[in-house]
């Protein structure tokens, strides 16, 4: 089992920066690749971007590597990932969560309960 633990939430005015970190626990051993999805009230859950454990290379959504604004890292020896974000804007605002995949999972099967981040006009 993985638990996931989000953390960085919160209101930020537009043009700002905000950092979530999302600590693993549990099997840590045996992720192989977390990621960053949002949810906007009434819609579904979008993917944002994600880390592969192994070789800490970063992949995002279309939208998300075209704008630049948003970077993922990890912290291995303290099993966070973290999710920079850039020139906020009022349309980032979301509920982030954090996932994990595991060895021979069949996707993101483990999600911490996410946090909010509201950016301001």
């Known amino acids: 089992q993985v638990q996931l633990e989000e953390r960085g939430g919160g209101l930020v005015q537009a043009g700002g920066s905000l950092t979530l970190s999302c600590e693993a626990s549990g099997r840590t051993d045996s992720i192989r690749r977390m990621a960053w999805f949002r949810r906007v009230p009434g819609q579904t859950r979008l993917f944002v971007g994600g880390?592969?454990?192994?070789?800490?290379?970063?992949?995002?959504s279309d939208s998300v590597e075209g704008e630049g604004r948003f970077t993922i890292s990890r912290d291995k020896a303290k099993n966070v990932v973290s999710l920079q974000m850039n020139s906020l804007k009022p349309e980032d605002t979301a509920v982030y969560f954090c996932?994990?995949?595991?060895?021979?999972?069949?996707?993101?099967?483990?999600w911490g309960q996410g946090t909010q981040v509201t950016v301001s006009s």
């Open positions: 880390i592969l454990m192994a070789s800490s290379l970063t992949y995002y």
């Open positions: 996932a994990a995949w595991v060895l021979n999972g069949q996707g993101y099967e483990y």
